[in-house]
């Protein structure tokens, strides 16, 4: 039988060149971009003639779209990046713009690193350790606070060790019990808080559905830790500040319920003068049970 030959018929494609001009997302991303231009695609032969596929479009095309990926991504920073404010439970923050108590003197991106927290969260630990922290111009550099006696921050134990700061403040806040040993020396010390014996103990044991926020080292401008709206309290199992030194600024701490708070080796000072108190809880601030032997010192942070 004699063979027959098949003949597939020629096929050419030709696709025009595309340019794509980026000129539209400069208001996004910044300066003028030039024109991108991507090759023309030619050739789809069959039956003894060349083979392409758009592999080199397809390159383009990758290219342009990761470069709208990234730029459009560019604002989002993961814990424990800072500069940014993280929304429990999220991990993910928006970049904060540039700090507007440095600006008029140093311009430049904040470095804040701000925990926000809903009503309601459940968290099962926060802890900032082996982490400096101020800047120049800066008036307060830790806060923790809630928002109102009604809306706090429940914080089952909250531990303070390790640490230094100019000055520290409590106010508007319950605590079960505090405990301070004599390796607390603060530069002037002002025990004003209330006795109060209905002062209930805070018990966060369940960790459900809860979130956790650590940071082992670095420098940061200042740490906030806020409840963000009126509503429930915000819960926290465990708060932890571990050898964080700030050189300058305050230590603020506003509308907490504690079980316990515990001082552990903890420097306060930002004169050198004991007659000035520069460790202050407030009478807003009504504890339980107290075990403190803080000892005054002539301490002057810098």
Wanted: aromatic share 6%; no cysteine; proline share 5%.
């Amino acid at each position: 039988m004699k063979p027959r030959k098949i003949r597939l018929p020629h096929i050419t494609v030709k696709l025009p060149a595309l340019t794509a001009k980026l000129s539209a997302i400069t208001s996004v991303v910044g300066p003028r971009l030039p024109s991108l231009r991507l090759p023309s695609l030619s050739g789809v032969h069959l039956g003894g003639g060349k083979l392409v596929f758009f592999s080199l479009g397809s390159v383009a095309l990758g290219f342009l779209l990761t470069f709208f990926l990234v730029t459009s991504e560019g604002e989002e920073l993961v814990w424990p990046d800072a500069g940014a404010v993280y929304m429990a439970p999220s991990k993910v923050g928006i970049r904060l713009p540039v700090d507007t108590e440095q600006a008029a003197e140093v311009p430049r991106r904040s470095q804040t690193l701000q925990i926000n927290l809903p009503p309601g969260i459940r968290i099962n630990e926060i802890t900032i350790k082996d982490t400096s922290i101020g800047t120049p111009g800066l008036t307060t550099v830790i806060q923790i606070a809630g928002l109102s006696s009604t809306s706090t921050l429940n914080i089952d134990e909250f531990v303070i060790k390790n640490s230094e700061f100019p000055t520290m403040d409590w106010a508007n806040s319950d605590i079960h019990t505090w405990n301070a040993t004599s390796s607390v020396r603060a530069a002037g010390y002002t025990a004003g808080a209330t006795a109060a014996t209905s002062t209930a103990e805070v018990v966060i044991g369940s960790t459900r559905e809860s979130a956790s926020y650590v940071k082992t080292s670095g420098t940061v401008d200042r740490v906030i830790i806020l409840l963000n709206a009126e509503g429930k309290d915000a819960l926290i199992s465990r708060l932890t500040l571990d050898g964080v030194r700030a050189s300058v600024g305050a230590f603020d701490a506003d509308y907490l319920e504690i079980g316990t708070l515990t001082f552990e080796n903890i420097q306060v000072g930002d004169d050198g003068d004991v007659n000035s108190a520069d460790l202050v809880f407030n009478s807003s601030v009504n504890i339980k049970n107290i075990n403190e032997n803080i000892l005054e010192d002539n301490i002057f942070i810098r």
